[in-house]
T-cell receptor, first 111, second 114 residues
Framework: KQEVTQIPAALSVPEGENLVLNCSFTDSAIYNLQWFRQDPGKGLTSLLL?????REQTSGRLNASLDKSSGRSTLYIAASQPGDSATYLC??????????FGKGTKLTVNP | DVKVTQSSRYLVKRTGEKVFLECVQDMDHENMFWYRQDPGLGLRLIYF???????EKGDIPEGYSVSREKKERFSLILESASTNQTSMYLCASSSGGGPSYEQYFGPGTRLTVT
């Protein structure tokens, strides 16, 4: 059964710091890896999607990478801001329409 | 931009009531999904649908049913609500034709069953 693990579960950093969130998965038969942001009590907002043929995707201060051989993805946030405070979820899509989600990393960026 | 809307942000129901949660998407997506999200358990898939009148069980379908009479609308039904169904319910949609498509989520419905 596919498992998706996110480390750390929580992270607190000062404003301006660059940071990396980690996601690992057990099944190498991946179609895509998607990163989401969730604010408290809200739905999920899609940040980046990396297809299996890609190694990374960038959007503004965010960069997501995918290493299928090691079963890992990272989300890099540059020059963090208090508005980046949220829970970040990664999810794995294999050979079906179903997604498998990690439990998330709760990020706090302190002013 | 894709828009996924859910009928209620907050809902309070009594044990034994029949509960309907509605989800509508405006991008002509083939696939629609219902998840529930609980602290410490993450997101879990309840049901999904590939097309009108099609449905597939997810990981935790017990106590739930779904209806998809129109392409844009996917309803989650709690036939007899119980307190263990208190949760955040999230609807999502994606385009069809293969699994490598982005999922878009609605704002969520916080359901409390008393």
């Amino acid at each position: 059964k596919q498992e998706v693990t996110q480390i750390p579960a929580a992270l607190s950093v000062p404003e301006g710091e660059n940071l990396v969130l980690n996601c690992s998965f057990t099944d190498s038969a991946i179609y895509n890896l998607q990163w989401f942001r969730q604010d408290p009590g809200k739905g999920l907002t899609s940040l980046l999607l990396i297809q299996s043929s890609q190694r990374e995707q960038t959007s503004g201060r965010l960069n997501a990478s995918l290493d299928k051989s090691s079963g890992r993805s990272t989300l890099y946030i540059a020059a963090s801001q208090p508005g980046d405070s949220a829970t970040y979820l990664c999810c794995f899509q294999g050979g079906s329409e179903k997604l498998v989600f990690g439990k998330g990393t709760k990020l706090t960026v302190n002013p | 931009d894709v828009k996924v809307t859910q009928s209620s942000r907050y809902l309070v129901k009594r044990t034994g009531e029949k509960v309907f949660l509605e989800c509508v998407q405006d991008m002509d997506h083939e696939n629609m999904f219902w998840y529930r999200q609980d602290p410490g358990l993450g997101l879990r898939l309840i049901y999904f649908s590939y097309d009108v009148k099609m449905k597939e069980k997810g990981d935790i379908p017990e106590g739930y049913s779904v209806s998809r009479e129109k392409k844009e609308r996917f309803s989650l039904i709690l036939e007899s609500a119980s307190t263990n169904q208190t949760s955040m319910y999230l609807c999502a949609s994606s385009s069809g034709g293969g699994p490598s498509y982005e999922q878009y989520f609605g704002p969520g419905t916080r359901l409390t069953v008393t």
